[in-house]
């Protein structure tokens, strides 16, 4: 859940509730990237995207965000990798 940037307490039911609520807001929100273009983001917007979704966060270009978000829509919505293996 920390990985997510959700809180880890609760019991199962709501854990799996707040993953499942998560992973629904991230295929929307890749779906709203690739409507308006990824070139279109901010590097901050690009950051902040990368976080939510996991991936590294820190110390990299505008041109890198792009490129680590590009992979991840290219996966999650193009080829249709689930979230759930994307996150691992």
């Known amino acids: 859940c920390k990985y997510m940037g959700l809180p880890p307490y609760g019991n ?11 992973t629904r807001v991230l295929k929307e929100d890749d779906q709203r990237i690739l409507w308006e273009g990824i070139d279109s983001l901010t590097k901050m917007e690009l950051r902040e995207a990368c976080r939510e979704r996991g ?5 990299l ?3 890198a965000y792009r490129e680590s978000l590009q992979q991840w ?5 193009q080829k249709k990798v ?3 293996l994307l996150i691992m």
């Open 12 to 22: 199962d039911n709501l854990l799996r509730f707040q993953l499942r609520h998560k």
């Open 73 to 77: 829509l290219d996966l999650s919505v």
């Open 55 to 59: 991936m590294r966060s820190t110390g």
């Open 82 to 84: 689930p979230i759930s």
């Open 61 to 63: 270009s505008k041109e």
